[in-house]
């Protein structure tokens, strides 16, 4: 009983406070919560319906429930209507998933190296080597894929080079996967050294010291002791290059020739000459609900890694 | 105790840029030796050990290994075992998976490697927490982890490179004895890197005591505190007065020295030829007051004291010359001395030693 009339005042004078704290928080909050909601969220729900809409006669929708543009992913529709299996898209599916998960890897196997060799400078040469990583940034994307469709291009700066070694005059290495996969590349890099840098930069050095003292070599201790302790930056270091590079658009439009699609630019092909929203909808959809699959996925990964004793 | 070398030192010298970190430096190791490389920062001595673990190379000389040149010898195919200051316990292996690391990397088969990982963890008195990960453990643990990883594979050298120095004092003391027992037990060469002279003292069979990429002195942790050949030695390793002296006459390791305050004395002075300008080096708790003053004996002025329990440091004018004497109070009436007075002070002449300048 003494104990409740202590705390009764406490209580009287905590409640308006708490009050006020929550109504702060809550309009302090109220402009970034429309951002989101309007510039991210709704965003989705729109393509979410459209995706479910009647495509219009003349290009747009209409507001009708159809399942036809996900049907249209895996199915033809014949003349007489009925629906005939059509492996097309589910190609344009799987290239993409070969495409981003083949510029990953590259990007991974360029970036550990360069990554390290940075970790290992002088504090000064470090911050000028990790400003020179992030330099493409600021030039624009578009910019940087036309440099390359002048390196790659028919009389471009590698086949002329090429040229004086005596190989055939007029060769060009534009408009294939190769190109696409190079340009991918070239873009996604700094978005893999950077995380991963930051991983080796926090590694112990003497943790590779104890394992070549216990009898580890080179392979052992970078098997065993170096990857294991850098993971996390690798496996961030892949999603920010794996995600983005699954929507990619303009490496497969100008590199690529825009013969062999990938989904993102099979998607804007269906917002612009295709005029069909509802499909290009539906497989921005798939694309995302297999994007997060993919996040999911290494998010339980690391759950249970953490959760290990 | 064999007498065998397990390790030999020959010229090595090494830089850093412009900085030379070692001056052709000589020395050996024995088989089963408690040996310690003892020096301030900046001495050489983490250098001189990374280099017996294979991590630095030498500029010139070379570096044998139960007799065999080990210099182009890579760390993983040396026979040592290195015990790091920051004990460099791998985080992501449980304690039994570090201990087991390079066992596993030995190709020893896995009942073999489970034996010896589960005596190696009991021996530490670790063996409770074995499937737990180092990053909850506490300094000590981690200490015991480390060595008991660095022992598993039997090495022909164990290298500690100031293991201590993240302890506390309670804890150090318990951990210098165990290491001490370990050593023993084991009959593995240690070889111990500190700046602390205590630590040296205390575990050591030798010491070498390291100052600026040079070796000063090696011997028994005796010789290096009561012998003591230069002055940089005599300074690092305890407490002691020096007195700028001038010698007379030597004779047979004695010297006759003229002291500031006046007096004539003979004292020991293993390798002094020359006549003229010396010091004197006499350690605090050698000199005597009051009515134990005994040997060469004059008269000081008590200017400062400053009672620590045990022992009492008294700082005493004497003619002139500032003398610091340790007296043990061996009763509660010990610490007699008023400061001012003017008492009778005196050492044996058999414990000090004159040093060149």
Known sequence: MTDSALNAPARLERAPRARLWHDLSFWGLLPSRLLMGFALILPIFIIAAVSVATRGAYGGFTWDFNLAGYSQILFNEGWTGELEFTPQYLLIIGRTFLLAGATTLICLLFAVPVAYFISRQPANRKAILVYLVTLPFWVSMILRVYAWMIILGKDGTLPSLLEQFGFPAGMSFMFNDGATLTAMVYTAMPLMVLPV?????????TLIEASHDLYGDRWVTLRRVILPLTAPGLVA???????????????????????????????????GGGRNWPFGAAIAMTLMALVMLFLIDTALRAARREARP | MTHAKAIEVQSVSKHFGAYQALKSVSFHIASNEFFTMLGPSGCGKTTLLRMLAGFENPDTGSILLNGQEVVSIPPHKRRVNTVFQSYALFPHMTLEQNVAYGLENLGWEK????????????????????????????????????????LAPEPEVLLLDEPLSALDLKLRQ???????????????????VTHDQEEALDMSDRIAVLGGGEVQQIGTPTEIYEEPVNRFVADFVGETNFLDIEVLETLGGQATVRTPFGLDITVPAAGITAKGRATLSVRPEKINLGNQAQGITFEGRVTNKNYMGGYTHYTLDVAGTELRASRRNASREGDTIPLGATVPVGFVAGSARVLAV
């Open chain 1, 197 to 205: 840098f930051a991983s080796i930069e926090k590694l112990d050095g």
């Open chain 1, 237 to 271: 270091g892949a999603i920010l290059v794996f995600v983005p590079a699954l929507g990619a658009v303009l490496e497969p439009t100008l590199m690529g020739g825009g013969k062999q699609m990938m989904m993102g630019s099979l998607i804007q092909l269906q917002f």
């Open chain 2, 111 to 150: 009942g073999r490697i489970k034996n010896r990982v589960g005596e190696m963890l009991e021996r530490v008195h670790m063996s409770a927490m074995a499937t737990r990960k180092p990053t909850k453990l506490s300094g000590g643990q981690r200490q015991r982890i480390a060595l008991a990883r660095a």
């Open chain 2, 174 to 192: 318990a951990m210098r004895d165990e290491l001490r027992t370990l050593q023993r037990d084991t009959g593995i060469t240690f070889v111990f």
